[in-house]
């Protein structure tokens, strides 16, 4: 549950990051700030699922490389968010297609992560579940401490989410392949 736990913290990390720069740069109402961390929660959850259910049709293709796979998409997306810069849908205000396009870009690498469900020994629902419950919170938090603190803190955020997505795709070989 632990490691469910760090995945959902690191996926939410664009999530959260978008939503602080929404917070200081527009300053939403609680409505708004409701339907950005809505938006968001909900994208994280389901696209776990889409990941899921796409490595399972191939599961029986794959088990015997699937820790190669984790390691190699987790790591991918770690160090993407390490490396990216400002997110686009960041900077402009998020209603309507614009929260949807955002939710759906910010949960991509959710979809690429719910591939690697299967290899943390936790059931996909409750799993999907919590990366939009941590997700949903996450960025209520990051509108919330935007409008107080600015944007200060999205990047090492990003930072964060990326180097935990990374420390996941290291454990899981590792233990996959009997080191651990």
Request: charged letters at 15%.
């Amino acid at each position: 549950m632990i490691e469910v736990l760090f995945l959902a913290l690191a996926l939410a990390m664009d999530a959260f990051a978008v939503a602080l720069t929404q917070g200081a740069r527009l300053r939403p109402g609680a409505i708004d700030s409701l339907k950005i961390a809505g938006a968001f929660g909900l994208a994280q959850g389901l696209m776990p699922l889409i990941g899921w259910a796409a490595g399972e049709a191939a599961f029986a293709y794959i088990s015997a490389i699937d820790h190669w796979i984790a390691f190699g998409l987790l790591g991918f997306i770690g160090a993407r968010m390490i490396t990216a810069g400002d997110h686009d849908e960041a900077s402009r205000p998020l209603t309507g297609m614009a929260l949807l396009t955002a939710a759906i870009a910010t949960s991509i690498d959710a979809l690429a992560a719910g591939i690697t469900l299967p290899t943390l020994d936790f059931p996909p629902l409750p799993a999907a579940g919590m990366i939009a419950v941590v997700t949903f919170l996450l960025s209520a938090v990051g509108v919330w401490l935007g409008r107080r603190a600015g944007d200060r803190f999205g990047r090492p955020a990003e930072i964060a989410g990326g180097v935990i997505l990374i420390a996941l795709g290291v454990k899981i070989l590792l233990e996959h392949t009997g080191i651990i």
